[in-house]
């Protein structure tokens, strides 16, 4: 059964605008969240991070809030520009765990 | 630094063969771990060690083997290829708890 779900498998954006990622997980053991971002034939690269006792952590032009009651995070990208066209992956572990759960992913294409 | 290295990027076997996928990390990461991307599923956990000499199952573990004599070196090994094992396999490291995991540039394996 799996516990991060990311429930849009893509997303359309113009560039300049704000592309919105949602992720839900079930367990709540999990305490640290991250982002990932994957272009095609590479490997997955890390975006961003935030630890349970934060509500939100921004780096740049990307910002990932957690809303632990509704056990729901989401990251968003301002401006949205061409290279962020890519499969982005959210993932948890759990408290003394070093194990990631990965969602199914969502596929974000820029627009110009 | 070369990060998490993976060898080869491409294979393609017979149903029945076997074979060892190549990972190495020159981060003197303790954890490491192989997971296995398929489409709409994301990235699945199939193996991970936390130390030398320490290994362990993650969610689909059946049908490959791995060891961990070195800090540095961590292969999966294919007992005996199936189609099913069909799928795309990432290796990755992590220096410890909350901390972001690197991933290498992924083995692309077909199994006819």
């Known amino acids: 059964d799996q516990q991060v779900k990311q429930n849009s498998p893509s997303l359309s954006v113009q560039e300049g605008r704000i592309s919105i990622l949602n992720c839900d997980y079930t367990n709540s053991m999990f305490d640290y969240f991250l982002w990932y971002k994957k272009y095609p034939a590479e490997g997955p690269t890390f975006l961003i991070s935030i630890s349970s006792i934060k509500d939100k952590n921004e780096d740049g032009r990307f910002t990932v809030f957690l809303n632990k009651s509704a056990k729901h995070l989401s990251l968003h990208i301002v401006p949205s520009q061409p290279g962020d066209s890519a499969v982005y992956f959210c993932a948890a572990s759990a408290i003394n765990d070093y194990k990631l759960s990965f969602g199914a992913g969502t596929t974000v294409t820029v627009r110009a | 630094n070369a990060g998490v290295t993976q060898t080869p990027k491409f294979q393609v076997l017979k149903t029945g063969q076997s074979m060892t996928l190549q990972c190495a990390q020159d981060?003197?990461?303790?954890?490491m771990s192989w997971y296995r991307q398929d489409p709409g599923m994301g990235l699945r956990l199939i193996h991970y060690?936390?130390?030398?000499?320490?290994?362990d199952q993650g969610e689909v573990p059946n049908g490959y083997n791995v060891s961990r004599s070195t800090t540095e070196d961590f292969p999966l090994r294919l007992l005996s290829a199936a189609p099913s094992q069909t799928s795309v396999y990432f290796c990755?490291?992590?220096?410890?708890?909350?901390?972001?995991?690197?991933f290498g540039q992924g083995t692309r394996l077909t199994v006819v």
């Open positions: 981060m003197n990461h303790e954890y």
């Open positions: 060690s936390v130390g030398a000499g320490i290994t």
């Open positions: 990755a490291s992590r220096r410890g708890l909350n901390t972001e995991a690197f």
